[in-house]
């Protein structure tokens, strides 16, 4: 009978255990298709009035009368800056290291998941994207991993037993 | 018998553990990413010189899962380690390329690592 019960509370905790598990792998960083842009969304800039400096961050869903919440269109492709405290001078990442002249143009990744920073570590995003007015949610995962033993035997293979040409 | 099955559960629980601790590796909103974030904003992410190559200091993109970043120098005990608080994000805070002003050039003869001005800046997450 004891055991029995040490069996049922053993069974009770593996239980517990699968379910934490599973709330640790969903912990996934979510990127939703907010506007996040740099040029001010929506102004009325036919009229010269495209709102404050360039610069300023502005969120798709702010600034809408009466609460109302909207799916905007998510930005085509959005750059990553420095902060900090009394910069003397702020770095953009795409194009790293620094701006290429005005005159050469400017690269655009237009779909995130692809971006070479994604693969700087072992992580998994899921995108949310809204379209048709908010009605439809599509969800996109991406799971950056290069398998241990794969990625050592690629190694071997580049380094010992390729032939260089 | 049970004890058989009491074992075989034990030993499911110990490897249950295992891929727990697997799974929990990285996240962005740890208390150590805040803690960076804090860290970052009461100083600049770069130094006090500039890149002769770029003729600006370089941020060096690293991943965010970079903590900490070695400086070498002439010297004893010169040769430390400091943590990497400073990571790329979103909104523009402004001009992205001011010019020369308060940098200083890489000596000559440089001394130490910092004096390159190529600094480290954590990739976003």
């Given amino acids: 009978m004891r055991l029995s019960l040490r069996i049922t509370a053993v069974a009770a905790a593996v239980m517990a255990f699968a379910a934490s598990t599973q709330n640790v792998s969903a912990q996934e960083y979510i990127v939703s298709s907010q506007v996040v842009s740099d040029e001010v969304v929506g102004g009325d800039c036919a009229n010269g009035n495209c709102g404050g400096a360039s610069g300023d961050v502005v969120s798709g869903d702010m600034g809408i009368a009466g609460g109302a919440r909207t799916y905007g269109h998510p930005h085509l492709f959005y750059n990553y800056y420095t902060h900090g405290y009394s910069n003397g001078v702020n770095a953009q990442m795409y194009v790293s290291p620094q701006p290429v002249p005005p005159f050469v143009g400017h690269t655009f990744m237009t779909y995130q998941p692809l971006e070479p920073h994604q693969y700087l570590y072992w992580h998994k995003d899921t995108y949310h994207n809204h379209y048709d007015g908010g009605r439809g949610l599509n969800r996109t995962r991406a799971v950056y991993y290069s398998p241990p033993v794969g990625t050592a035997v690629q190694n071997v293979y580049w380094n010992w037993l390729r032939l260089p040409r | ?125």
């Fill in chain 2, 1 to 125: 018998m049970n004890r058989k099955i009491l074992l075989q559960l034990l030993a499911l629980v110990a490897v249950m553990c295992g891929s727990v601790e697997q799974a929990s590796a990285e996240h962005p909103y740890t208390y150590t990413h805040r803690w960076a974030q804090r860290a970052a904003a009461t100083y600049p992410w770069h130094g006090p010189y500039y890149n002769q190559q770029y003729q600006a200091p370089v941020a060096l993109v690293v991943p965010p899962t970079a903590q900490m970043r070695q400086t070498y120098s002439w010297g004893v005990s010169q040769n430390l380690s400091y943590p990497i608080h400073h990571q790329f994000g979103v909104g523009a805070p402004g001009p992205g390329y001011s010019g020369l002003q308060g940098f200083r050039p890489t000596p000559q003869w440089p001394s130490h690592t910092d004096q390159f001005g190529t600094y480290y800046v954590r990739g976003p997450w």
